[in-house]
Each structure stands twice: as C-alpha cells, then as structure tokens.
C-alpha cells in the first residue's frame, strides 16, 4: 500500500509559467517531507524540505506548502525553466528526517520553451 | 567537497552469482542509507547505518542480502545468489546526524541477466 501517492505520472508547462506538482500521504505520523529532483542516470537531488510544523517554505523559485488536515502537499516552481524538467520525487519520514524516507513513484515535468 | 560517491556504476551479472555494491557517504555524515529503485518507482528503503551499526535492516527482501559499515563510513552492499528480479538501480544516501536532508550517490546499476 502506497503511503504517499503522486497520482500526476507527467506534467508539462510552458517556460515562465508556474509548474504544481502535487502528493498526497496517507500516514499521519509522517512529521516532515522533502522534495527531491532526478536527471537520468543521476541520483535524487534534494529541493526543499517542510516539516509538519510549518504550512509553506520558500527557497527562491521554488515554495513547498503543507494542508496536514488533507495530507497534501505541493511544489511550486516559478517562473519555470527549461532546466527544471526531470522527474520529482516526493518524500516522507518520520522523526524529524533522521530515518529512512518513504518516495512518491515520481511525477515527470517537462518544461517547453 | 565530494559527494555521496557508489561503485561500479553498472554492473552485469549472471543468474547466482555474487555482488558487492560500495558507497562513500560525504565525509562526517554518520547516518547512511540504502534504497533500490525499480524502473517507473520511487526508491524503495533497504538498510540505515547511524554509525557502525544498522538501525533499521526492515526493507531488506531476504536474506540473500546483507550491508555492513564497519568503520562507520563506507558500506558495502552484498547479495547473495543473485536473480533476475534483483536487476535494478542500487542507491546510497548520507545525513549528518539530526534532521537534514540525506544526499544520495548516482546509484549503482544492476543487471542480472
């Protein structure tokens, strides 16, 4: 059973428009979340980070918000740039982060010029 | 300085044999992760190493596979008696002790053929 779902498999969005990519979990006890971003044949790069305690954290072009009461979470990029197109990973622990992180199967963004 | 560093990046094998996979975390980290990634899924937790010794060995499939750090810093994966559903890519994560994000290696490859 899933415990945190990316029900988008693909996105695509014109450059300087506004990517959302959105995940959903299922586990309550899951206290902080992460992003990661994947180029082929490279490992995860973390993002951006949120810890349950917080309901938004912006880093730059990128914003994480958190609805715990619907177990939602997103990831704003904008303005979007061809460079940001990869595969997105969604992710979730327990314990503040200092155990092993539980992904989202990844939801491809293509960002057109 | 140097990142999460994973040896051989690929590697081919037949049907039984035996496998070492290496990982160099970033140097200090004292917490380090193994997850295995299936073609279209998010990274799956195998094994966590706080230290020399594993926390958390509950992703391991079966006992053909097995992890150990006995310096608590580089680790080795082995598996046993390999078969084709072990074809996959084989990823390395590092964190420093308390709630960071943990930086993974580009993965080792692995083909069981």
């Known amino acids: 059973d899933q415990q945190v779902k990316q029900n988008s498999p693909s996105l695509s969005v014109q450059e300087g428009r506004i990517s959302i990519l959105n995940c959903d979990y299922t586990?309550?006890?899951?206290?902080?979340f992460l992003w990661y971003k994947k180029y082929p044949a490279e490992g995860p790069t973390f993002l951006i980070s949120i810890s349950s305690i917080k309901d938004k954290n912006e880093d730059g072009r990128f914003t994480v918000f958190l609805n715990k009461s619907a177990k939602h979470l997103s990831l704003h990029i904008v303005p979007s740039q061809p460079g940001d197109s990869a595969v997105y990973f969604c992710?979730?622990?327990?314990?503040?982060?200092?155990?092993?992180?539980?992904f989202g199967k990844g939801t491809r963004l293509s960002v057109i010029a | 300085g140097a990142g999460v560093s994973q040896t051989p990046s690929n590697k081919v094998t037949e049907k039984g044999k035996y496998v070492e996979l290496r990982c160099d975390p970033i140097s200090g980290h004292t917490a380090l992760y193994w997850y295995r990634q299936s073609l279209g899924q998010g990274p799956e937790f195998l094994i966590y190493?706080?230290?020399?010794?594993?926390?958390?060995d509950s992703g391991l499939p079966n006992d053909r596979f097995f992890a150990v750090r006995p310096e608590g810093s580089v680790s080795t994966l082995k598996i046993q008696r390999t078969e084709r559903g072990d074809s996959a890519v084989y990823l390395c994560?590092?964190?420093?002790?308390?709630?960071?994000?943990?930086?993974f290696g580009d993965g080792t490859r692995l083909s069981i053929l």
């Open positions: 586990n309550s006890m899951f206290d902080y």
């Open positions: 190493f706080q230290g020399t010794g594993a926390a958390d």
């Open positions: 992710a979730a622990t327990f314990n503040s982060g200092n155990t092993p992180l539980v």
């Open positions: 994560a590092s964190s420093p002790t308390v709630n960071q994000p943990q930086h």
